[in-house]
């Protein structure tokens, strides 16, 4: 069974800065993309940015040139640098990733439980 588990969250004032982390863990033959996904109260859950195992990424406009994500293939882990964060940023922010567990398998998406992000002043 592969986990996915999130932290990093909390609350900060605008134009404040976060960093998430996500880290996997269990049987895990590959990770191919991760990502970071968001839900506001009252809204669909979205993709904030994607990073694929070589390292190309894909952000959503809103964040653009505000957020970071990287990561860390040996440690499996995935990370999300927030800078000039705003109001409408305050979501739960779940982590994302798509792995094959055996060689040979197809690959499943995995889901964290989820962070809190609030931004208020």
């Known amino acids: 069974q592969v986990q996915l588990v999130e932290s990093g969250g909390g609350s900060v004032q605008p134009g404040g800065s976060l960093r998430l982390s996500c880290a996997a863990s269990g049987i895990i033959f590959r990770i191919n993309d991760m990502g970071w996904y968001r839900q506001a109260p009252g809204k669909q859950r979205e993709l904030v940015t994607s990073i694929t195992s070589g390292g190309s990424t894909n952000y959503a406009d809103s964040v653009k040139g505000r957020f970071s994500i990287s990561r860390d293939n040996a440690k499996k882990t995935v990370y999300l640098q927030m800078n000039s964060l705003k109001p409408e940023d305050t979501a739960v922010y779940y982590c994302?990733?798509?792995?094959?567990?055996?060689?040979?398998?197809?690959?499943?998406?995995?889901w964290g439980k989820g962070t809190l992000v609030t931004v208020s002043s």
């Open positions: 994302n990733a798509e792995v094959v567990v055996v060689s040979g398998l197809k690959p499943r998406d995995y």
